[in-house]
């Protein structure tokens, strides 16, 4: 069974930036891809970006941060980062880390909207 715990959230203002990590555990985490997502209060979770598991140079991103978030992933495969640059008017919203079925419990990225 895979676990993930992000870390990493907090307060931003427009204009900052901000790095959340996912740290997985787990047997199989490293071979799935790790994704990130966001939900705001009130609206649906929304895809936000993903790394894959064994091609860690490919990525996907939601159209609304390209250019602005970058995912990567550590050569163990078992850590994710969401580097957030530019944040503007993200508004507050829990990030929630995916590995194939598994959540975590997400990290709160609290911003002017």
């Known amino acids: 069974q895979v676990q993930l715990v992000e870390s990493g959230g907090g307060s931003v203002q427009a204009g900052s930036s901000l790095t959340l990590t996912c740290t997985a555990s787990g047997r199989t985490a490293g071979s799935y891809t790790m994704a990130w997502y966001r939900q705001a209060p009130g609206k649906e979770r929304e895809f936000v970006a993903a790394?894959?598991?064994?091609?860690?140079?490919?990525?996907e991103y939601g159209d609304s941060v390209k250019g602005r978030f970058t995912i990567s992933r550590d050569n163990t495969g078992m850590t994710a980062y969401l580097q957030m640059n530019s944040l503007e008017h993200e508004g507050t919203a829990i990030y929630y880390c995916?590995?194939?079925?598994?959540w975590g419990r997400g990290t709160q990225v609290t911003g002017s909207s």
């Open positions: 995916n590995n194939h079925t598994s």
């Open positions: 790394v894959q598991g064994r091609r860690r140079n490919v990525t």
